[in-house]
């Protein structure tokens, strides 16, 4: 039995997730941006809430706790490096740990750039990861902790799982990037394929999280900065790919 993997929009354009297995009848939520539309959910399914994963300390990705703490009593799941700022941790994570949740063992990744401490939480048995303000739908995050170089790397581990996994990210910023990523490689006819398909979901009032690594790969500039054609783009034929990664970083930083 797969997990139910619902996809909530919260506040302007953050999502979280809830994760549900009912085998075990236990529901994980990834990030907590606000209450009241995560709380809805539970309700509507008869869902208690017995995980919280939290992928980095920003407002955004945590503020919706205490409220959802009032109703129900989940174990909260965030990385050790960041416990000073996140919210009261019942389990301690790092680069590599493991846990079980949902019948499933969960993988850790560190996944630092945006801010430092940021993980990602991969579930190899339902092919997904999520990866909040790391990895993102045609993006990335902005660099406010973190060097291009840890960044690049960050995005270079999610970049080696399996082509099929599932990648949920936080935001809805899709079509800004996709507005970006065509300064970049305006000739990517995967690209110019998936603008299609981004104007059609927004269009009708659809996510265009999650989305596929493989998808990824063949359309987002920051995970091509290794490509050939890309640094030919870029006039970087020579230079390494974490330095071609930062220029489209810095680029988009000024876009
Ligand atoms: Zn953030
Ligand atoms: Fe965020």
Redesign the pocket.
């Known amino acids: 039995m797969p997990l139910e993997i619902v996809t909530i929009p919260c506040l302007s354009d953050n999502y979280a997730f809830l994760l549900h297995d009912d085998v075990t009848k236990t529901t994980a939520l990834v990030d907590a941006p606000e209450a009241a539309p995560i709380l809805a959910v539970l309700d509507s399914r008869g869902w208690s809430l017995d995980f919280v994963l939290l992928t980095?300390h920003?407002w955004?990705?945590v503020d919706g706790l205490p409220a959802l703490q009032e109703q129900h009593s989940p174990k909260i799941i965030g990385a050790a490096a960041d416990a000073h700022r996140l919210p009261p941790l019942d389990i301690m994570v790092e680069d590599g740990s493991e846990f079980s949740c949902l019948g499933e063992t969960v993988h850790v990744s560190d996944v630092s750039g945006?801010?430092l401490g940021?993980v990602a939480f991969y579930f190899p048995g339902a092919k997904a990861v999520f990866t909040?303000?790391s990895l993102m739908a045609l993006g990335c995050?902005r660099l406010?902790e973190g060097t291009a170089d840890q960044m690049w790397q960050s995005l270079s581990s999610l970049a080696s799982l399996p082509e099929d996994t599932i990648v949920y990210s936080?935001h809805e910023y899709t079509q800004s990037n996709l507005k970006f990523a065509l300064t970049i490689e305006a000739d990517n006819s995967e690209l110019k394929t998936r603008a299609i398909d981004i104007a059609n979901a927004r269009a009708n009032g659809h996510p265009t999280v999650p989305s596929s690594l493989a998808l990824e790969r063949a359309t987002n500039p920051f995970l091509r900065a290794a490509e050939p054609s890309v640094k030919a783009a870029l006039n970087m034929e020579d230079q390494p790919d974490a330095a071609v990664f930062a220029e489209i970083r810095r680029r988009k930083d000024q876009f």
Do not use: K, S
């Open positions: 980095h920003h955004d990705h945006h801010t940021h909040a303000d995050g406010f936080g």
